[in-house]
């Protein structure tokens, strides 16, 4: 099971300093992206994820991570299916 990350109102102004030092390293970091990172460095854990976003946070922030490539939705597939049959006709 995956553990339950509290948040506190620290954990809430953890969230708005992350914020701020991606800012002033000139990377906008939406509120939601700085929570699920704060959450990640409240329980000294490693991100799983396949949103680039995060490789753009500050190294400072020791965030720790671990990009995924994102996987193509169902149409995407289908459409190179098609363009590989049309190719081979």
Known sequence: TLPLVETPLSHWINVGHLRNKCQKKGVNTSTPDAHIAQSTLDIAGILYTSDSVF?????????KYK???????????????????????
């Open 67 to 89: 990009i995924f490539p994102k996987k193509p939705r169902h149409d995407e597939e289908l459409t190179e299916i098609t363009e590989l049959e049309r190719k081979e006709d």
């Open 55 to 63: 490789s753009k946070i500050p190294e400072s922030i020791k965030l």
